[in-house]
């Protein structure tokens, strides 16, 4: 659906974006991650038609967003963070006049109820929009960016400023809007991407440092698993037998107790996943496991280690400091 190959945008000596290239299939949900200055709004902006690139091309079906704009555009709906929308309109007006200037083929007034059922507006039509709270405005952005039944669909923050039920809602509708559109997430909210996309693309310094599924996504950095275990025993005996696994590289007792287990903090080699063999320890001694839950690999902690490294500073997941005695 969306193939981009060695795009470069740069301003003066500055790249903004530097040869980078991807491709997003039909259907997907593609997170783009970057901290601030990282190059994914820029990306984002090539891709949709608002900027043109120095070199490289970008293209939506096949069509070459800058050889032929008009019929890429007609293929590309856009939620900027800041959504365009024109307050003295009440939100009737204004998804007609979107609809007038996508110059659409469809039904109006069908085209036009379907959408906002979905986006669930229908209570909001004849209200002006400067009235509307800002999630109802986020709704009537994203009405907007689905005229025309676009085939890319490209939200820039879509969340930004809602309260938890309004955020809960649109990562609702973005999953369901999947089902027929290919969708592009552009935020710095993690959480969105870990709840939201398949697959998350990351950008820093201009160029792709990450290109993974959510779920897979560990396996871009070179660390090994960590985990903090909960295991009722001898805490000598238990952090003994732990050392003793293959791959376990360190073992640390936190000093936390839980009922009658203990806390340790497990680091394992790159590509040694530890459960299996701590289960099995375990169940051999009788020791009974509380808990085992990963640490440092939650989206944020791996967004932070990604750009850290691409920076050249060395960074560890964070691990609980043991107690004194």
Known sequence: ????????????????????????GNGEIVGLLGPNGAGKSTTMNIITGYLSSTSGSAKINGVDILEN????????????????????????EYLNFVFDLKACSF?????????????????????????????????????????????????????????????LEVRNLIRTLS???TVILSTHILAEVQA????????????????EKTSELTKAIEEGYHYEVKICGPTKDVAQALGRIRGIKTVTS?????????????????GIDPRKPIFNLCAEHSWAILGMAPMGTDLESIFIRLVDRDNGVEAKPKQKQPRAH
């Open 196 to 211: 939201v996309c398949e697959r998350v693309i990351i950008i820093n310094q201009g160029k792709i440092i990450a290109d």
């Open 1 to 24: 659906m969306v193939k981009v190959e060695h795009l470069v945008k740069r301003f003066g000596q500055n790249y903004a974006v530097n040869d980078i290239s991807f491709e997003i």
């Open 254 to 270: 936190t000093g936390e107790r839980d009922a009658d287990a203990y806390a340790y903090i497990i680091e394992s080699d790159r």
């Open 179 to 181: 089902k027929n559109h």
């Open 69 to 92: 704009p008009i019929e890429a555009k007609s293929m590309i709906g856009f939620l900027p963070e800041q959504p365009p929308l024109y307050g003295d309109m009440t939100v009737d």
């Open 107 to 167: 039904d109006r007034d069908a085209h036009i109820s379907e959408i906002v059922n979905v986006v669930k507006l229908a209570d909001a039509r004849g209200r002006l929009i400067r009235n509307l709270s800002k999630g109802y405005k986020q709704r009537v952005g994203i009405a907007q960016a689905l005229i025309g039944d676009p085939k890319l669909i490209v939200f820039d923050e879509p969340t930004v400023g809602l309260d938890p039920k309004q955020i």
